[in-house]
């Protein structure tokens, strides 16, 4: 991903941060000599050996996982909050543009074996449900629900580079506050958490 040096983000313990808020994210390799993509949740974890890792699991019945290898990366994109930004709130002409937030991971996929794909289902399941009005968990559903764990592969992947981009209007510091309240005053949820970003140090 091209970064631009006042947009790239390198404080580790935010960018854990945000891809936990944002962990619906995009998993892309090749397949058959084609990118191939599947949305679906990419949970950060630590493995056995203290190193962070994504954890997910995608259908048997998508050929991705096919292509998996210890020894080919694989790239994962989770994407935050955008908004346009018109040049209108500049004080000199200007060309409008995109103000967003998005991090790339690479590493290299290991696939899992069913118990630790079961044990991963659990730990997604009970995060998700926190909060809601009637929480479901696994420890209650029959063994013929949970036999559907066979219909998916899981995997873990070992984070071996991370590329975070914050657009948040760095390079207009005379602009800045002007853009920060038109984005807070407007009604969409993107422009209003971009603009809470920008408000951050």
């Not at 760095?170 to 038109?182: G, L, S, W």
Request: hydrophobic fraction near 35%; include cysteine; aromatic fraction near 8%.
């Amino acid at each position: 991903m091209y970064i631009p040096e006042h947009n790239k983000k390198e404080n580790w313990d935010e960018i854990k941060d945000f891809i936990r808020q944002n962990s619906f994210g995009i998993l892309i390799n090749r397949y058959k000599d084609k990118p191939w993509a599947t949305h679906i949740p990419l949970e950060l974890e630590v493995n056995e050996h203290g190193k962070d890792i994504l954890v997910g699991h995608i259908a048997k019945a998508n050929p991705q996982w096919k292509t998996f290898s210890e020894d080919k990366e694989v790239l994962c994109i989770f994407n935050g909050p955008h908004a346009y930004v018109s040049s209108s709130w500049y004080k000199e002409e200007e060309v409008p543009t995109w103000n967003y937030i998005a991090v790339h991971i690479y590493g290299k996929p290991k696939i899992l074996d069913e118990a630790m794909v079961m044990a991963s289902l659990h730990r997604l399941v009970d995060k998700y449900e926190q909060g809601s009005k009637n929480p479901i968990s696994l420890q209650n559903m029959s063994p013929k629900t949970l036999r559907q764990v066979k219909g998916v592969v899981g995997f873990q992947i070992e984070i071996s580079e991370i590329q975070a981009k914050y657009k948040l209007s760095q390079n207009r510091e005379n602009d800045h506050d002007r853009i920060t309240k038109e984005l807070g005053e407007r009604q969409d949820a993107g422009s209003k958490a971009i603009s809470e970003h920008m408000k951050k140090p």
